[in-house]
């Protein structure tokens, strides 16, 4: 498994945002069920949020986010970060495969 950390950058108002944050979150369950994401959250500058994921390749995480309503409706820029996790808490021993 590959692993990532995910930057969002809000591109709306917060007005905007406020009115597609319900979408996002709904889409955000799947990444959870389907065991892509670890956790999410809003920066506290409320100016974007991070999303710790995980997927077969990059390829693979970026198409699954393409449906989130924050980037199908232009609202968000996503950055994508690659990265090799060394050293993690016990409990995490099965999410770093």
Request: a neutral charge; glycine letters at 6%; proline letters at 5%.
């Given at each position: ?5 995910i ?11 406020a009115?597609v944050?319900?979408e ?8 959870y ?10 920066m506290n ?11 077969e390749?990059k390829?693979?995480i ?8 924050y980037?199908a409706k232009?609202?968000a820029e996503?950055?994508?970060i690659?990265?090799?996790?060394v ?5 995490l ?5």
């Amino acid at each position: 498994m590959k692993h990532f950390i995910i930057i969002i950058t809000y591109t709306a108002s917060p007005e905007i945002m406020a009115r597609v944050r319900p979408e996002h979150k709904k889409f955000a369950l799947t990444g959870y069920e389907s065991g892509k994401i670890l956790y999410s959250g809003p920066m506290n500058s409320k100016t974007g949020g991070i999303i710790a994921a995980r997927g077969e390749s990059k390829e693979v995480i970026m198409d699954f986010f393409s449906s989130d309503p924050y980037l199908a409706k232009k609202v968000a820029e996503y950055n994508f970060i690659e990265f090799d996790p060394v050293h993690s808490q016990e409990f995490l021993k099965d999410w770093i495969v």
